[in-house]
T-cell receptor, first 114, second 115 residues
Framework: AQTVTQSQPEMSVQEAETVTLSCTYDTSESNYYLFWYKQPPSRQMILVIRQEAYKQQNATENRFSVNFQKAAKSFSLKISDSQLGDTAMYFCALSKTSYDKVIFGPGTSLSVIP | EPEVTQTPSHQVTQMGQEVILRCVPISNHLYFYWYRQILGQKVEFLVSFYNNEISEKSEIFDDQFSVERPDGSNFTLKIRSTKLEDSAMYFC?????????????FGSGTQLSVL
């Protein structure tokens, strides 16, 4: 069975600072996909970043980057230069293939403080 | 960017009533999904649908639930006899799987309230 764990229910960061959200997962697959989704108060699910497990290089998307440690089954999200619009629930997620079901973690509520 | 469209955005129903939640996936997508999120909890997988049949379903997706793609564009989730615990946000999603680079697109959700 695949599981995703996020150990930080809530976090806060000052505007313009950097914050890292933690995620660990478990899977028996050798290749898989990892995601971070953002859910603002509107409750829309927005893909922030994705990582394919067979790729060594950590994914980056503008101010968002990941630290993917395959052996440790760890997938953390770093947000640089935090903005007020980054305030949201962040979900770490996992799927076996790009079209398989996505398993979500419990989420981390991030507040960006002006 | 293309969008997955869900209607209605809010649905209120009485316990025991049937509801149908509607979704229009992105037109060239082949894989369709329903997820739900009870307020304050994580997003849970309900069912996946490919080639006009269910490809996988979760334990939540019992006999009270069904999905259908009645025409070439709509994808519906029916709950036959709603229970209080069915109150949740229901998300439809679709993807095209472009050789492993496919992106899962979520709709904006239908908030179902069962009274």
């Amino acid at each position: 069975a695949q599981t995703v764990t996020q150990s930080q229910p809530e976090m806060s960061v000052q505007e313009a600072e950097t914050v890292t959200l933690s995620c660990t997962y478990d899977t028996s697959e050798s290749n898989y996909y990892l995601f971070w989704y953002k859910q603002p108060p509107s409750r829309q699910m927005i893909l922030v970043i994705r990582q394919e497990a067979y790729k060594q290089q950590n994914a980056t998307e503008n101010r968002f980057s990941v630290n993917f440690q395959k052996a440790a089954k760890s997938f953390s999200l770093k947000i640089s230069d935090s903005q007020l619009g980054d305030t949201a629930m962040y979900f770490c997620a996992l799927s076996k293939t790009s079209y398989d079901k996505v398993i979500f973690g419990p989420g981390t509520s991030l507040s960006v403080i002006p | 960017e293309p969008e997955v469209t869900q209607t209605p955005s809010h649905q209120v129903t009485q316990m025991g009533q049937e509801v149908i939640l509607r979704c229009v996936p992105i037109s060239n997508h082949l894989y369709f999904y329903w997820y739900r999120q009870i307020l304050g909890q994580k997003v849970e997988f309900l069912v996946s649908f490919y080639n006009n049949e269910i490809s996988e379903k979760s334990e939540i997706f019992d006999d009270q639930f069904s999905v259908e793609r009645p025409d070439g564009s709509n994808f519906t989730l029916k709950i036959r006899s709603t229970k209080l615990e069915d109150s949740a946000m229901y998300f439809c999603a679709s993807t095209d799987w472009t050789g492993g680079r496919g992106k899962l697109f979520f709709g904006s959700g239908t908030q179902l309230s069962v009274l």
